[in-house]
Every structure is written in structure tokens, then in C-alpha cells.
């Protein structure tokens, strides 16, 4: 598909009351419920002829119904789908039936099958036997309106049960995910089989009634970024991403950005209230033009135009979901754990959220930007740096810069200063930030601290947010950052050689051993600041004799043509000044996603139970 097919393209969800396939197969819906009639429901005294084949009367010799009492008919509808004495509850002003119950086919056998506000649950319905063993008792199986996607109803198209007699022609079907030790989510469903087309109808739009009284997203801004990567961004969102919205019941308006801040400009003029997330489909880079806009404009709304950058930023309300299609995808590693586009969809769907730390990069008095995830100078400077001429290149890029990188290692003097900040955790601990994690629910005020000073020659300064981690290098930068501390965990690589680096190198990637080294040092901090000194003069013009430090310093643009000076790298973007503030806020932006399990629910995952 095109990438210009995609373009501001608005979807709407199916109709909760069926399935977004199921199309209007019988004209008549009254005649398929009155057919066939209940077996434990009384009946009349009729023609055996109008009752269904599986529930026949019995009769004597003369023809005559062996019945001892006038009884009531009483369609089967209302056997497989009944509300009985059950209240109507209000619930945020919606009318809901507190509890729903009936008689479904699945597997070929009777189920009793009962909804409540909060579950879905059925059990195997007790056939009456002549038998004197004793039977084990039926299992009940419960699944949670929590993990579940959505329902519909469908048509029965496997042709050796319709033309069977006595069978059951719709399906009921329950989407919910299964959810693999690796962290990976997959989307299935429970199905069920009813004989009417009113009583499927009935259940899938009472399960959805219930969903969406759950806080989820239900109208969504996608951006699909078509250049990110490899370019399959728009073929992800069709064969992967656009099926698993539509069941959940979410309206989305999908815009294929045609250039550098396209997304940008668009979150700057449109409608938050009407918004519940939005969603980017690419790399990180779209994920942080997203974010900047964001919280620009919460800052203009509340400090004007002129004081946006003076004030620390506020919380985003609007949230944020990012499903990876990029390059590296190093924001959905280190939050879900997997970089699997499904998984990142089905977590958006779910309304899972996670709240993640913010860092506000100042100069001069002023915010520059906003970031989330990694801020470098130094060695990942230089390789960022480099790879803006192999942009040609894909995503190789990135290596074949760092091993010339590596090739020509640098080394530059520095003043680092830092505040300590005050957590249960160190970067050194062997415990990974995991669902429910300790460290991101305590409440800790930092106090005010003074600055700690370290002056040098520096292979590389990193500030990880979090632990930084991607296919390349699975556990990190920092194994042990966390997502919601309130800190990041500073980097200090001090002079060496270039094998002593590459040693490093060589254990963060494949040993998950950052810190062995004598040369590397780490602090958990609340907030740092850095002046460069390049320690060598270089006059701009034949009759100038400035220093080039200055020069540097005030003309970004002399600073990136300068050899000998390197670059910050902000989330994968390039930060044209060597001084640089960098403040860490606690829990300032909200993202769609599900943090993984903990290593003992994995293994219980392993093992075939449940987590959930």
C-alpha cells in the first residue's frame, strides 16, 4: 500500500451491539428463536412437529402428549441469554445489567455461561445420569473483564457443522491476549456457539457495555512515520496494528507524516479534549517530536508564549502510545520489555499505562528541550554525529559510525557537576526495573543538596533515564535504572585507551557488566550540569586571535564543524551547545504500555500458569 493511501484516513469502530465482519444474514430474526424451544422450560401440549428435533415430547400410542400439566413455550433465545430478577445498576450514568447468564455450546458441550460487571465466567452444565460413579466436579473458568479486547458475534462458515443437524449456527467470540515468558503478547479469543442471532448479539453487546465503562482509549490520533526504520511503518499499521484497534472499539484518525515536524504542527492546533492518546507508529525520533509538542503547549497554556521555557514543566495530560517501527526502538524495550509491534498495540488497546520520568535540557536560564530516555556526549556524540552522512545507509548506520568512531577515539576535558539523589536503589544493584516495582512507588522528597564537582579528560558522560536497552545491547547502558525513580543514573568514562574502552563496550553488550572497570564511575543524580573545554585556540579569522572555546560555546553551528569538539545526543537527536542543565521530573508524562513481569511470575508463565 502507498503511503499517501494512509493519509488522514478516520476509521470508525464496528457496532459494539455485533462483530465489525458479521454482516445481516437472515431477514427475519424472529424465525431462528422459535424453532426450537427449551428442554427444561415447560411446554404445550402442541404438535410435536413445531418443537425442535433434540427436544420432542413424548407421546403414547393414540398420539395423545403424555403431559400431566398445561405448560408455558419458551424460546430457546431466552434460555441461552437471560438477564432473570438481576437490578439494572448505574454506572458513570450508564444503564448495565448487573448480571447476565445462559447456555452456550463450546467444544461441542453445555457451558453455563454468567457475566457480571467485573468477569465472564462459565462452567460445565451437569447432565442428569443414571450412573452411580462418582463424577469430578466441573471446573470453573473465570476470565476478568480487565484482559479483555472485545466480542462479537460472527457467522458459523465451518459447512460440516451448519449443514449438521441440530447445530448451532452464530459465534460468540471474546478477544483476549496470552501472555508468553519473553514478555510478547498475543491477541485470541474464547468462542462460543449459540443457536439464535439475537441471543450472540445480546452477549457481545453486553460484554462491550461493561468495556466501556473501563478507562481506556476510545478515540485515538495515530501517526504513522513512513521514512522511520526500514520503511514499514504503513504496512505494520495495516497487516498488525489496524484489526486489533477496530475490536477494541477505538476511533482513529490515522495521518502518514510527509516531513521532519509534520506531527508536530499538527499536535499544536488540534483538539485535546477530544483526544484520549495518541499513538506513533516509527522510531523514537517521532515518539520525541511528539512528546516536545506536547509539553510546549502545556507550557505556552500556562505560562504564555514568552515564559514557557523559564518554568519547570507540568504533567502531560493527554497519554502517549508509541508501537516500535524504527531503527533501534529503544523506548518500547526498555518499558515493554519486547519489541514486538502486536504486543505494543494490544497494551495501547488495553489501556495499560505506565508513568515515566522526564528530563528538561536548559541553556542559558532556558528549557531546549525535553527528552525521556538518554542523553550523551562524548563517544555516542561522536557516533551520532557521524551517522548523519550515512543516513542512506538504514539503520546500519549506527555501526558502521561507531566502529569508525572507534577507530578515531577522542577523548575531551570537562567540569561536571551533579546533585546525589536519594533512592532504596543503586545502579549497581542486580534487581531490574520490573512491573510493580518497589523503588518507582516510594515517595521520597529530595531535599536540596549540594553540587559534587569532577573535573578531567572524559571518553564519554551518559545520563541514562532508563536502563537504555535494545537489541544490540540487551540489558543497558544501566541494567538497574529505573522508570519512575525520579533520578538518572550518570556515566562518567574517564581517559583510557581505546582497547580498555572497547572492553567496556564489550561487557555492557554481552556480559550485562557496566561497572567493572576502575576508569567508570556512576551516580544516581536528581539533576547535572557540564561546561567543555576543548584546551586549544583557533582564531575564526587570519586577524583574529579569540579563543575557539568561546566561539563553541556561542555559535552552535561552529561547534558541530569543529573537530576536536564533540556533541550531545538527546534521545537520538543531535544538541548543538557544550553547556548543559539537565533536570529529572518524576513521573511527568503517562505511556500506553505494560511493563514486564517479574522474574518469579515468569517462571510461573514458564510453567503454564496464570499470571493474571
Known amino acids: 500500500m502507498r503511503n499517501g493511501d494512509l493519509t488522514s484516513i478516520r476509521s470508525e469502530p464496528a457496532q459494539r451491539e455485533g462483530s465489525p465482519f458479521y454482516e445481516n444474514w437472515l431477514e427475519d430474526p424472529s424465525e431462528s428463536i422459535t424453532d426450537t424451544f427449551s428442554k427444561d422450560s415447560p411446554t404445550t401440549a402442541s404438535s410435536p412437529s413445531t418443537l425442535g428435533s433434540e427436544y420432542t415430547i413424548p407421546t403414547s400410542i393414540t398420539g ?51 457475566l457480571s460487571l467485573y468477569a465472564l465466567t462459565w462452567e460445565r452444565r451437569k447432565e442428569k445420569r443414571r450412573s452411580l460413579r462418582r463424577r469430578k466436579p466441573a471446573k470453573r473458568h473465570e476470565l476478568s473483564l480487565h484482559d479483555v479486547l472485545g466480542a462479537c458475534s460472527q457467522m458459523n462458515f465451518n459447512l460440516r457443522q451448519m449443514f449438521q443437524k441440530g447445530s448451532d449456527l452464530f459465534k460468540l467470540r471474546v478477544y483476549t491476549y496470552k501472555k508468553f515468558a519473553s514478555g510478547r503478547w498475543k491477541m485470541c479469543y474464547y468462542q462460543f456457539y449459540c443457536h439464535s442471532l439475537l441471543s450472540s448479539q445480546e452477549w457481545a453487546r453486553n460484554i462491550n457495555m461493561r468495556l466501556n465503562l473501563l478507562v481506556r482509549p476510545r478515540n485515538c490520533q495515530v501517526f504513522v512515520n513512513p521514512f522511520s526504520g526500514e520503511g514499514v511503518a504503513c504496512k505494520v499499521y495495516n497487516t498488525k496494528i489496524a484489526h486489533i484497534l477496530q475490536i477494541a472499539g477505538i476511533t482513529t484518525t490515522v495521518t ?110 532556558v528549557i531546549d528541550r525535553f527528552g525521556t530516555n538518554f542523553v550523551g556526549y562524548g563517544f555516542l556524540g561522536d557516533v551520532l554525529k557521524a551517522s548523519e552522512n550515512y543516513r542512506w545507509m538504514g539503520p546500519s548506520r549506527y555501526d558502521f559510525s561507531g566502529v569508525k568512531t572507534m577507530l578515531n577515539l577522542k577523548s575531551y576535558k570537562g567540569r561536571i557537576e551533579f546533585k546525589e539523589g536519594i533512592t532504596s536503589g543503586s545502579p549497581k544493584d542486580k534487581e531490574t526495573c520490573r512491573n510493580g516495582c518497589q523503588v518507582c512507588q516510594e515517595v521520597i522528597e529530595q531535599p536540596e543538596r549540594e553540587w559534587n564537582v569532577i573535573n578531567g579528560k572524559f571518553i564519554s558522560i551518559d545520563g541514562c533515564v532508563m536502563s537504555c536497552c535494545s537489541p544490540q545491547a540487551n540489558n543497558g547502558l544501566s541494567p538497574s535504572a529505573h522508570l519512575g ?78 573537530e576536536k569538539c564533540s556533541c550531545w545526543n538527546i534521545d537520538g537527536e543531535i544538541f548543538k551547545h557544550h553547556e548543559i542543565h539537565v533536570k529529572v521530573h518524576r513521573k511527568m508524562l503517562t505511556l500506553l504500555a505494560c511493563q514486564p513481569e517479574p522474574k518469579a511470575a515468569l517462571e510461573l508463565v514458564e510453567a503454564g500458569v496464570a499470571t493474571e
Open 64 to 114: 395423545q402428549p403424555l403431559l400431566k400439566r398445561p405448560q408455558t413455550a419458551q424460546p430457546r433465545f431466552l434460555q441461552e441469554f437471560s438477564s432473570g430478577p438481576s437490578p439494572i445498576v448505574d454506572v458513570d450514568d450508564v444503564q448495565v445489567q448487573q448480571e447476565c447468564r445462559g447456555i452456550m455450546l463450546r467444544k461441542g458441550k453445555k457451558f453455563n455461561v454468567s
Open 485 to 562: 525513580d525520579g533520578c538518572l543514573d550518570l556515566i562518567i568514562h574517564r581517559q583510557a585507551s581505546g582497547m580498555r574502552y572497547f572492553k567496556y563496550l564489550f561487557n555492557t553488550a554481552f556480559f550485562s557488566k557496566p561497572f567493572t572497570g576502575d576508569l567508570v564511575d556512576v551516580h544516581r543524580v536528581t539533576e547535572f550540569r557540564f561546561r567543555g573545554d576543548c584546551n586549544h585556540r583557533q582564531p575564526t579569522t587570519p586577524d583574529s586571535s579569540s579563543d575557539h572555546i568561546r566561539d563553541c560555546l556561542e555559535d552552535p553551528r561552529d561547534a558541530l564543524e569543529c
Open 256 to 365: 502518514v507524516t510527509e516531513r521532519a515536524g509534520h506531527a508536530s504542527d499538527i499536535v499544536s492546533k488540534m483538539d485535546l479534549e477530544k483526544t484520549d492518546a495518541i499513538v506513533c507508529i516509527g522510531g523514537d525520533g517521532l515518539f520525541h517530536e511528539v512528546f516536545n509538542s506536547l509539553l510546549w503547549r502545556e507550557q505556552s497554556d500556562k505560562y504564555g508564549a514568552e515564559g514557557a521555557g523559564k518554568h519547570d514543566p507540568t504533567p502531560c495530560n493527554v497519554k502517549i502510545g508509541l508501537i516500535p517501527a524504527g531503527s533501534t526502538n529503544t523506548v518500547v524495550y526498555c518499558t515493554t520489555g519486547f519489541v514486538d509491534p502486536a504486543t505494543s498495540a494490544l497494551q495501547i488497546a488495553m489501556g495499560r499505562e505506565i508513568n515515566i520520568d522526564l528530563i528538561s535540557v536548559w541553556f542559558n536560564g
